[in-house]
């Protein structure tokens, strides 16, 4: 019988496979793990947009699905979206329109969105209709489970996850706490 | 068998810890596991809980007398009227394998559950 009392920390390390933005020799890097039907993560969108505008070259920034299927019926399709998008080289500006319609997810609101970010949208809904990225969201979710996300959105600070709040003051006062500790 | 005690119902989050079980019980099942989770909310308050965040596992109701479970466990907390979130892996001779009791305000996610079950099978195959 055992405690285990730990700091949770990312168990998958930042590869090419991550969407990320930002220099890869940053000093800090942030991943969140968010779902983007989740109000928190809306909230938090503006946020970490302040905190990478602040910090320029000083932070690389990693987003990962983590999708709360039950609770959130367009959030898997959402992700898969955003997914294509990689494919297509516009994970960012999927990301970024997918927070900022948060209010209509649905699949012809998703396939509307790749139309405006001129998607080979019939590509997009063939994705969509075959589940092809289902397995890389389904990775992203697991790698989160095992290293400890237990809502929406978890952050990570150079690997470490962040228990304190995630508003403007407090993300930039950690991130640059985890720098001043490099 | 996962025995997961939370404090109450109707946590005022996404992702709360129910429903982050909720995603993860595919993995569970892998091993063999069937999750139950507890509180002392009564049977209707879990009902409406369950089909609000579609929960597809038991809820269990330590209601009548109140909190009689969590005292057997250990986990009950007088001052509050609730119990620890605290979780218990138990395995198929009754045995108490792994727990891991959370500070109160802090989800304590899915990591420790899978890894505790994987220790569990491992040792099983030996």
Known sequence: ?182 | MILAFYPADWSPVCGDQMSLYNEVLPEFERYGARLLGISVDGMWCHRAFTENRKLHFPLLADFEPKGDVARRYGVYRERDGTTERALFVIDADGFIRWRYVSPIDVNPGADGILEALEALNAGVSK
């Not at chain 1, 055992?2 to 220099?23: E, F, M, N, Y």
């Not at chain 1, 991943?31 to 809306?42: I, L």
């Not at chain 1, 516009?90 to 012809?108: E, G, S, V």
Request: proline share 4%; glycine share 6%; hydrophobic share 40%.
């Open chain 1, 1 to 182: 019988m055992s405690k285990h009392a730990h700091v949770a920390q990312l168990t998958v390390a930042v590869s090419d496979r991550d969407h990320t933005i930002g220099p890869a020799d940053a000093p800090v890097t942030l991943v969140e793990y968010g779902d983007y039907e989740c109000p928190y993560c809306g909230r938090a969108f503006p946020i970490v947009q302040e905190v990478r505008r602040r910090l320029g070259d000083r932070l690389r920034f990693v987003f990962r699905n983590f999708p709360l299927t039950q609770i959130h019926e367009h959030a898997e399709h959402a992700a898969e979206v955003a997914e294509a998008a990689a494919a297509q080289g516009k994970f960012w500006p999927m990301h970024d329109w997918l927070y900022r319609h948060q209010f209509a997810l649905d699949d012809d609101a998703l396939l509307e969105g790749a139309g405006e970010l001129e998607l080979d949208v019939a590509s997009v809904r063939r994705a969509l209709a075959d589940g092809t990225y289902r397995a890389r969201v389904r990775d992203d979710f697991m790698s989160g489970i095992k290293s400890g996300v237990n809502g929406t959105p978890t952050f990570y600070i150079n690997d470490v996850r962040h228990d304190a709040g995630y508003d403007t003051a407090t993300l930039l006062a950690a991130i640059e706490q985890a720098e001043l500790a490099l």
